[in-house]
């Protein structure tokens, strides 16, 4: 008799008003619990009966109350949804459809129905479907979506991938061809090179060459490089509707087996590539390296028509230059060419080594795949001196490019790094104290003060402190303003070298026709929200990369987890749940949940702070350290490895009660 008492409801509500309120993120848990994420050192507990209003990643205000002297919130208020267009999988119940978004932390049905002209009685049970939320729990009488398209049949081989792509927005066909392709008429006079010993430098199975290469000693003891560029805007005017395709998709898709590139296959593949023994139009760089491996500031840009001289891979040159193998260049031509670049390329590795920032050497993992794409083999490419080579040049060209772009226009698309993020740099400077770091703390907000602190914590034994200073840092971002990038060390960066995969390239390569036509105040400069648009493309292209490994990793590892093969693994990252791994044999990242570290886990404590896992207030485990690991699960509807420690912290008996 009391629930419809309206004096009773005014009361209730009156007392509601007076709780406080807490806005942020929810994050559910596989258990059916959740919490709500304030901050990084603020949540509170979801009971499972009010996270059924709620989905994982949804941001909300909610009221804070206290019950049996525990702290929880009921949600109240939905500020953004955590999804909106999502990959689900169809589940059919008592007749009716059903979805589960594929996330492994949302195990609840919704309820759906197909958007029309869509006949819901073909979708097979466990079909990939990408559907759109239209009811939501916390404003609505319960969930609801509209499916909008199948993506991949529940038996399809190649299901990982299309669910990949449509998850992160990704195209999953090249852009219409033509039958023919005519080039546009070009408005500024090209160099005939033809005769210059340009060479290009790929994996066999590359298609879209994109940069060649031709380098000459000088007599001041450096050298003159010659750097020559696909040309691409030779055919694709702007704002034409390919232009708008290519600008869309922003950069090439490139997932283990397959491609879909940015730009026609004919263009991509065929006319722009840069194929040995053909013409091609081409945008040009003359940069000077001195002795030392300094860049000069003195770059040249120009138009040219090429000619590759060589078509070359990786590993026959980096064994031909270590004295392995059976590979000979083609001619002393080439053979000098590559000789001369190997010195340049120690130079200018030396002189970044000293002045700026040089990467570690970490392989890349490549998946071998059979014509049913299942994976037979996983091959770590190590970074020998060939892949150097090319990298040296890249870095050399985009830096000069960065510099002639700032002082002519002053715009472009720029890859820039900020460095440390500003509001954590008190915190920066106490944990460097701390370690004794012999740096300005005054320093850390300058690229020199940057760069200083990151060669000594390259040159220290372990990478745990590394690992920690990493937390601190910005994100990369794209601009259309100049700006230094600490991650690289240098002072400007705008990339012009992968006009066939990258549409910022395109961007620079206008901008530097336009500039060189005298024509700069007629040029289409890019504006911040194209920037904003290819970070966000670029992250989502970085995320599928992740998301498609991650599924391979999986399926490839099953075999493991039965065989309890013992893996060497790098400790990368510490949680207040357990410890996440990269195996270093394949590269496959792996969770190690708290309760396989240890059973009790009352004497174990895992510190984010610290980046340590402590047994009984001993540091055990910290990053940056080897540990072997065996697998316990490869769960692909998860897509997550298990690990567990391949020797015990604590001996079997210990962890025993006493009897």
């Known amino acids: 008799m009391f629930q419809d008492n309206p004096l009773l409801a005014q009361l209730k509500q009156q007392i509601r008003d007076t709780l406080p309120t807490k806005e942020g993120m929810v994050k559910g848990t596989s258990k059916g619990f959740g919490f709500l994420e304030v901050s990084d050192k603020e949540s509170y507990f979801i009971p499972p ?88 729990a916390l404003k609505d009488n319960g969930f609801f979506a509209e499916v909008v398209e199948l993506i991949a049949g529940v038996d399809d081989p190649i299901a990982p991938w299309w669910v990949v792509l449509a998850r992160n927005s990704l195209a ?112 040009c760089a003359r940069i000077h390296i001195d002795a030392d491996g300094k860049v000069a500031d003195d770059a040249e840009f120009f138009a040219a028509r090429i000619r590759s001289h060589a078509r070359l891979a990786y590993n026959k040159v980096s064994d031909w230059v270590e004295g392995s193998g059976d590979w000979q260049p083609e001619s002393e031509v080439i053979a000098e060419q590559l000789r001369e670049l190997t010195a340049l390329t120690r130079a200018r590795n030396g002189w970044r080594s000293t002045h700026a920032i040089v990467f570690p050497d970490r392989p890349d993992f490549r998946f071998e795949l059979d014509e049913a794409s299942n994976v037979v083999a996983i091959h770590a490419d190590h970074r020998r001196i060939a892949n150097q080579m090319v990298e040296e040049c890249m870095i050399a060209a985009n830096l000069a490019c960065g510099n002639w772009l700032t002082k002519h226009c002053g715009t472009g698309v720029f890859n820039v790094h900020a460095g440390f993020d500003e509001e954590k740099l008190a915190q920066l400077q106490e944990l460097l104290k701390e370690h004794e770091a012999p740096v300005d703390p005054e320093q850390l907000t300058t690229l020199e003060g940057f760069c200083e602190l990151r060669r000594w914590l390259d040159a220290r034994d372990t990478s745990y402190l590394d690992n920690r200073v990493r937390r601190f840092q910005s994100f990369a971002a794209m601009s259309v303003t100049p700006g230094e990038h600490y991650g690289l060390g240098l002072d400007a960066y705008a990339t012009w070298t992968s006009p066939i995969r990258k549409y910022g390239d395109i961007i620079n390569h206008r901008l530097i026709k336009a500039i060189l036509a005298e024509k700069a105040h007629d040029a289409h400069a890019p504006n911040a929200e194209l920037a904003v648009h290819l970070s966000e493309q670029r992250r989502m292209h970085r995320r599928a990369e992740r998301d498609i490994a991650d599924w391979l990793y999986v399926r490839y590892l099953q075999p493991a987890v039965a065989n309890g093969h013992a893996f060497d693994a790098e400790i990368i990252d510490i949680g207040r749940g357990g410890v996440k791994l990269r195996l270093q044999e394949n590269g496959a990242v792996v969770f190690m949940p708290s309760s396989l570290i240890l059973p009790n886990r009352d004497r174990l404590e895992c510190s984010w702070d610290d980046g340590r896992v402590y047994l009984d207030k001993q540091p055990v485990y910290e990053l940056g350290q080897h540990i072997q690991v065996i697998l316990t699960e490869a769960i692909e509807d998860t897509r997550s490895l298990i690990a567990k420690p391949a020797i015990p912290l604590v001996p079997e008996k210990q962890e025993k009660p006493a009897s």
């Open 172 to 283: 999953n066909q090249a852009p219409q061809d033509r039958e023919q392709w005519e080039l546009l008429e070009d408005t500024l006079p090209r160099q005939n090179l033809t005769e210059v010993p340009f060479f290009t430098i790929d994996s066999e199975s590359t298609q879209d060459m994109d940069d060649a290469l031709s380098v000459k000693k000088l007599d001041n003891g450096g050298w003159e490089l010659l750097v020559a560029i696909a040309d691409p805007t030779a055919y694709v005017s702007h704002d034409s509707e390919l232009d708008k395709i290519a600008a869309e998709r922003a950069f090439t898709v490139y997932l283990p087996g397959r491609n879909i590139p940015m730009l026609p296959r004919t263009l991509a593949d065929e006319l722009c590539s840069l194929k040995e023994g053909e013409d091609r139009h081409a945008l």
């Open 49 to 136: 009966p009010h996270m059924k209003k709620v989905m994982h990643g949804d941001r909300i205000t909610a009221v804070l109350r206290t019950e049996n002297d525990k702290e929880l919130v009921e949600p109240e208020t939905l500020l953004e949804p955590g999804l909106t267009r999502f990959v689900a999988r169809v589940k059919w119940f008592r007749d009716r459809l059903n979805i589960v978004p594929d996330h492994p932390l949302m195990k609840d049905a919704i309820k759906a129905r197909t958007i029309k002209g869509m006949n819901e009685k073909n979708l097979k049970e466990g079909d990939w479907i990408l559907a759109d939320l239209k009811r939501h």
